[in-house]
C-alpha cells in the first residue's frame, strides 16, 4: 500500500514533527484516549501532512452479526479520530517550537465541525488502515480528507472533515 501524498497545509516553509512530539502524540492517542483504546487505534505513521492509523477486526466492532460486517458508526468514528490527529499533528508542525503541553492545549479545542462519510464496501477484513491527509490548515478551520482501507488495500469507506482549531 502506497501513502497517500502530502498536501500543502498553506505556507511556503517545509514543516516537520520531532521524535519526541510523534512519540507523544502517539502516547495522546493511543494512551489517553480511552475511546480510541476501544476501537484498538494505533497510531502508525505521522507527518505534518497525513497520518496512518491501523485497527484490527474485532468481535465487539461487528455491526451485521450474520456476515461479520463492521459496524458503519465504527468506520465514521475512526475516520473523523484519524481526520482530527492528523489536524493536530499539522498544528504541531505549524507550532514546532512549543512544549507538547502547549499542543495538547490546541488539541483540547480541537472539534469537529462537519463529517461527511461515503461507504463503498463492506467493513469485512482481518485488520483495517485509516489515512487521513490534512487538505489546508487555516488559522481557524481545517479540513482533511480520509480513507478507510481492508487489508487487501481495497478502499471500503471515504471521508471528509472540517474541524474548529481555535
Known amino acids: 500500500m502506497t501513502e497517500p501524498s502530502p498536501a500543502p497545509l498553506n505556507t511556503t516553509a517545509e514543516m516537520e514533527i520531532d521524535i519526541d512530539t510523534v512519540s507523544s502524540l502517539k502516547n ?10 476501544l476501537l484498538g487505534l494505533r497510531l502508525n505513521v505521522v507527518t505534518a501532512t497525513h497520518v496512518s492509523v491501523g485497527m484490527a477486526m474485532r468481535p465487539e466492532l461487528i455491526g ?4 461479520g ?8 468514528a475512526a475516520l473523523d479520530t484519524t ?3 492528523a489536524v493536530t499533528a499539522g ?3 505549524r507550532y514546532a517550537g512549543d ?8 488539541f483540547a479545542k ?28 487555516g488559522a481557524r478551520i481545517a479540513n482533511t480528507r480520509m480513507e478507510f482501507l481492508g487489508a487487501d488495500g481495497k478502499l471500503l469507506a471515504t471521508g471528509n472533515g472540517v474541524y474548529i482549531i481555535s
Open 99 to 106: 512544549r507538547f503541553e502547549q499542543h495538547a492545549l490546541r
Open 110 to 137: 480541537l472539534g469537529t465541525i462537519d463529517l461527511r462519510i461515503d461507504y463503498l464496501r463492506p467493513g469485512i477484513s482481518t485488520h483495517f488502515e485509516i489515512r487521513a491527509q490534512v487538505i489546508r490548515l
Open 91 to 93: 498544528l504541531c508542525a
Open 64 to 67: 451485521n452479526f450474520s456476515e
Open 83 to 85: 481526520g482530527g490527529i
Open 28 to 37: 495522546l492517542f493511543e494512551e489517553k484516549i480511552v475511546f480510541n483504546q
Open 69 to 76: 460486517r463492521l459496524h458503519g458508526g465504527v468506520i465514521s
